[in-house]
């Protein structure tokens, strides 16, 4: 079963503006990561937030981690052509390993 | 290092045939896992492995999937008899668990067609 579940299912914006996308969850976790994944491709890690940080950046990336909410938000700023992917959370609980993913938002820049 | 290495990148293959997905982790790696993904079932866990040893295979369809992983290199996914239901994308992906959580690193995925 999915922990996660990504808002907007689909996401279509501009070149150069800001994109936004959700991620819940339902138990606690120990950490919240996003991964991207191209067309075709393999995924490709992002991120990795624990319970105990509340926000991180990354280059043009922003995560932000509510555990009383239990939801998650990556923010890319100055959207490029090359973000057109779509972009997964995934949450692992304490003491193992085991990643599970949410839905993914499908992100397209237009350019 | 060459990342994790799965193998056929594609397989087509006819229902009731015997499947085998391979895969090779990132050498140091002790924790290997294998996802199913779908447009309607999005990205399944199908089992993970830590240390060689399967800890979660709750994820695995039915019988007749079955994975293993002889050494800390190599991993398989097996498919017998494959039904066309099993036509996806796989996954393998490796990590190195060092108790607080980290990143995991994806292969190319292989992608069945079973006709």
């Known amino acids: 079963s999915q922990q996660g579940e990504e808002d907007p299912q689909a996401l279509s914006i501009q070149e150069g503006e800001n994109a936004t996308m959700n991620c819940s969850y339902k138990?606690?976790?120990?950490?919240l990561q996003w991964y991207r994944q191209n067309s075709g491709r393999g995924l490709v890690h992002l991120i990795l937030?624990?319970?105990?940080?509340r926000e991180k950046h990354s280059g043009r990336l922003r995560v932000t981690l509510d555990t009383s909410k239990k939801s998650s938000s990556l923010l890319i700023t100055a959207s490029r052509a090359a973000d057109t992917a779509s972009y997964f959370c995934?949450?692992?609980?304490?003491?193992?390993?085991?990643?599970?993913f949410g839905t993914g938002t499908r992100l397209t820049i237009i350019p | 290092d060459a990342g994790v290495i799965q193998s056929p990148r594609h397989e087509v293959t006819e229902m009731g045939q015997e499947v085998t997905l391979r895969c090779k982790p990132i050498?140091?790696?002790?924790?290997l896992f294998w996802y199913r993904q779908t447009m309607m079932r999005g990205l399944e866990l199908l089992i993970y492995f830590n240390n060689n040893v399967p800890i979660d295979d709750s994820g695995m369809p039915e019988d007749r999937f079955s994975a293993k992983m002889p050494n800390a290199s190599f991993s398989t996914l097996k498919i017998q008899p494959s039904e066309p239901r099993d036509s996806a994308v796989y996954f393998c992906a490796s990590s190195w668990e060092g108790g607080r959580g980290t990143e995991a690193f994806f292969g190319q995925g292989t992608r069945l067609t079973v006709v």
């Open positions: 138990t606690s976790i120990n950490n």
């Open positions: 050498s140091g790696h002790n924790s």
């Open positions: 937030i624990r319970s105990n940080e």
């Open positions: 995934a949450t692992s609980d304490f003491g193992n390993e085991k990643l599970t």
